[in-house]
């Protein structure tokens, strides 16, 4: 049998044996999608309620109206008349009302008044009182006029950011850290059932490691892929059915995650191979995947906090980095934030680290997958490795007897 038939084989195995997981965490992934953006869209098409103002003074329709004049027709609210001081406290302490004008010159609100509200109370009230006291003083409408005139206040845009695409940023970060963790610790829990259940040196008899590891590799990315697909799928859809504004997403964006998927998951799906050969069971590999999940986890901290701050020198620094780039580079191409050269060098880099890693993890995946009986570390599991790295086959017979000498 040719090694690429080989190596075909292999995938099949891979993709039979996680068809189940595979189906039961999609449709899991898929519905928690669906329910959070259908309860988003609950929770943004409710009316706010409207606010109420109180009064204990009797004349609510100048009040109302002036109110209304400061906050302007497209806001809402009611009035309502208290006889007593004490009722209309005890109904602003109990949240029924936002504001309470008490006299001409005396209004009270909670903490959980909104400031716009407060402000809007507070300038009617004035501009109320200062026609009163002008009127008193036998002043002209006009002059009246003059004296609440509102001052000319303008907002000068600094940095106007584009909240669709800091929000596509922010999602592609998100994305690539639960996939990069969630597959590659697939990987890791599948190697260590092989190892414990010493299927993997059967299937060594007949491919190299570095076949092996592909075959795993390819096997569980080509589900993890589909995997975001399907999921991603369901939340445009549910989003565009619901009227929740989506991230503005284009063929070539998800084009370029697909792409900066594979790369990441290639690279760090070796190394969970290799992490998940060391250890003898499930709860001996938390140890040896802990240290590999603080990278992913250092670039998704960065990536989230240099947006919501607008960074750009660091996350520039560390998306040429190849074990922060499948995290950080995506984020700064949708923020737009990134230059041709860059993504080429990133491209390159990734690929070149990647092919290194794959050596490397190899190597010490089979130093440590024929220790099926111990675990070892990096380096044991490096130099035992090199015992049958110029082999394409080796038999089991001989996996024990070298790698136990190292």
């Not at 303008?154 to 106007?160: A, F, G, H, I, Q």
């Not at 994305?175 to 299927?199: P, S, T």
């Amino acid at each position: 049998m040719s090694e690429t038939r080989l190596v075909g084989v292999a995938i099949w195995r891979e993709l039979h044996a996680r068809k189940k997981a595979f189906l039961i965490s999609t449709a899991i992934a898929a519905t928690v999608v669906i329910a959070g953006l259908v309860t988003l869209a609950l929770v943004i098409g409710e009316e706010p309620p409207r606010p109420v103002v109180g009064t204990l003074i009797e004349d609510t329709t100048r009040i109302g109206d002036e109110i209304g004049r400061q906050l302007g027709p497209e806001v809402g609210f009611e009035m309502a008349w208290f006889e007593g001081q004490r009722e209309a406290e005890e109904a602003l302490a109990g949240g029924e009302l936002s504001a309470l004008i008490v006299g001409p010159r005396e209004v009270l609100w909670t903490d959980s008044t909104p400031s716009w509200l407060a402000d809007a109370v507070a300038s009617a009230m004035r501009n109320l009182y200062v026609e009163e006291v002008a009127a008193s003083l036998d002043l002209e409408p006009a002059d009246t006029e003059r004296l609440l005139a509102p001052i000319d206040g303008r907002t000068l845009v600094v940095d106007e950011r584009d909240t669709g695409v800091e929000v596509l940023a922010t999602v592609s970060i998100i994305v690539m850290f639960g996939a990069i963790l969630a597959y590659g610790q697939w990987i890791a829990y599948g190697v260590v059932e092989e190892k414990a259940n010493r299927v993997a040196e059967l299937v060594l008899g007949a491919v190299s490691p570095l076949q092996m590891l592909i075959a795993k590799l390819a096997g569980i990315g080509g589900l993890g892929l589909v995997q975001l697909v399907i999921v991603g799928t369901a939340a445009l859809v549910t989003g565009r059915i619901a009227g929740v504004d989506m991230p503005p997403v284009t063929i070539s964006t998800l084009a370029w995650l697909a792409l900066w998927f594979i790369l990441g998951y290639a690279f760090y799906g070796t190394l969970y191979a290799a992490a998940g050969s060391l250890a003898t069971d499930t709860q001996e590999a938390g140890g040896y995947i802990t240290p590999i999940n603080i990278l992913p986890i250092t670039g998704y901290m960065v990536g989230v906090i240099s947006i919501s701050v607008g960074a750009e020198t660091l996350p520039r620094v560390l998306s040429l980095i190849p074990f922060w780039t499948p995290l950080l580079m995506p984020a700064r191409m949708a923020r737009g934030s990134v230059a041709g050269w860059e993504i080429g060098l990133a491209v390159v880099l990734m690929v070149v680290f990647t092919l290194v890693m794959a050596r490397f993890s190899a190597r010490v995946y089979l130093g440590g997958i024929t220790q099926a009986t111990r675990s070892v570390g990096w380096r044991q599991a490096f130099r035992g490795g090199g015992d049958f790295a110029p082999t394409r086959k080796v038999p089991p017979s001989h996996h024990a007897g070298p790698a136990a000498g190292t």
